[in-house]
């Protein structure tokens, strides 16, 4: 079975200050990654995924997330938080064989303070 | 391409009435899936199709939920009868197997609530 977990409910950070938000997953062989962000009252936007090749993924407004295998992690991270950042950030995860769909984490929220 | 499009995008109705929330993926996609969204509960996978077909729904919390996907450009999700505890945001997303990931596209969701 796969899965995701999301530890923190809720990430504070100073604007200008690097932030991560920490995801670990469990699936049967190699994983799919994703990242997504949720601004109020919209959908979830894709940021980023990780398929193969290198273990550092750079996505849209400049987040980032490195993966590493032997800690089943796949951290979202940012050199400089912006106050337009705060958000609901999700981490999702499928096996790369198979048909499964993706599984969600239950979603860290993201506040940066000016 | 317009997204992923959803409606109404906001619903309130009387318990006991019958709701019915619509969705129409991205054209060319193949996979269509049904989220609901609460601050308990976070984000569920309601069901989701491919080709039309229905693949998976045990998601659905009862049998008030029920999802069709008629053609590969519509698909609904209706309760019939509603319930206060049904009030949520409901998404749809979509997404291609052709791209091999499975990445999936959401629409704005429709808030609904149930009084």
């Known amino acids: 079975a796969q899965s995701v977990a999301q530890p923190e409910d809720q990430v504070n950070v100073a604007e200008g200050n690097p932030l991560t938000v920490k995801c670990t997953y469990s699936?049967?062989?190699?994983?799919?990654l994703f990242w997504y962000v949720q601004y109020p009252n919209r959908g979830l936007q894709f940021l980023l995924k990780?398929?193969?090749?290198?273990?550092l993924v750079k996505g849209s407004y400049g987040f980032e997330a490195e993966f590493n295998k032997s800690q089943t992690s796949f951290h979202l991270k940012k050199p400089s938080a912006l106050v337009s950042d705060s958000a609901l950030y999700f981490c999702?995860?499928?096996?790369?064989?198979?048909?499964?769909?993706?599984?969600f984490g239950k979603g860290t929220r993201l506040s940066v303070i000016a | 391409d317009a997204g992923v499009i959803q409606s109404p995008r906001h619903e309130v109705t009387e318990m006991g009435q019958e709701v019915t929330l619509r969705c129409k993926p991205i054209?060319?996609?193949?996979?269509l899936f049904w989220y609901r969204q609460t601050m308990m509960r976070g984000l569920e996978l309601l069901i989701y199709?491919?080709?039309?077909?229905?693949?998976?729904d045990s998601g659905m919390p009862e049998d008030r939920f029920s999802a069709k996907m008629p053609n590969a450009s519509f698909s609904t999700l209706k309760i019939q009868p509603s319930e206060p505890r049904d009030s949520a945001v409901y998404f749809c997303?979509?997404?291609?197997?052709?791209?091999?990931?499975?990445?999936?596209?959401f629409g704005p969701g429709t808030r609904l609530t149930v009084t």
């Open positions: 054209s060319g996609h193949d996979y």
């Open positions: 990780y398929i193969t090749g290198d273990n």
């Open positions: 699936v049967s062989g190699n994983p799919y």
């Open positions: 999702a995860v499928r096996a790369a064989s198979g048909n499964t769909p993706l599984v």
């Open positions: 997303a979509s997404s291609f197997r052709g791209q091999g990931t499975y990445e999936q596209y």
């Open positions: 199709f491919n080709n039309n077909v229905p693949i998976d």
